[in-house]
């Protein structure tokens, strides 16, 4: 049996097809099944006033659809602990400020250099010698 790039082709496009519509499975289940949600999954069964008709159940399911589809960083805690090995208090803490000498020697003045002619002129391609 040779598994071609047709087949292939297939599988991928079925995964990927499930991937995008789990979320939607939950209402499909809801519409091909409702006559039992409504009747036999429905808390609200007696309380008809609400009419519910199974909505509850629908939300649940829709509910734990998007909760399993949360990547795992975002499930995580973002609590931490840590724990302090070692610790070493300090009587006395001795600053040393440095001593800075001012000299009177004169800095060189900054000169710019820099010049720009602003060419106006147009662009021209260069000219061929024939």
């Not at 087949?7 to 990927?16: H, Q, R, S, T, Y």
């Not at 995008?20 to 008809?48: F, M």
Request: glycine letters at 4%.
């Amino acid at each position: 049996m040779a598994i071609t790039f047709a087949g292939v082709k297939n599988l991928v496009f079925v995964i990927v097809f499930f991937m995008i519509a789990r979320p939607v499975l939950p209402v499909l289940e809801y519409a091909v099944n409702y006559n039992y949600i409504a009747t036999v999954l429905c808390e609200n069964k007696a309380k008809p006033k609400l009419h519910c008709n199974g909505k509850c159940h629908l939300m649940k399911e829709l509910a734990k659809t998007a909760e399993q589809d949360k990547p795992v960083s975002e499930k995580k805690s973002g609590h931490a602990e840590a724990e302090v090995l070692f610790f070493q208090s300090f009587a006395e803490i001795a600053f040393s400020i440095p001593v800075v000498q001012v000299s009177n020697k004169k800095l060189p003045v900054y000169k710019n250099l820099y010049s720009h002619l602003a060419g106006y002129a147009v662009f021209h391609p260069p000219l061929i010698a024939a």
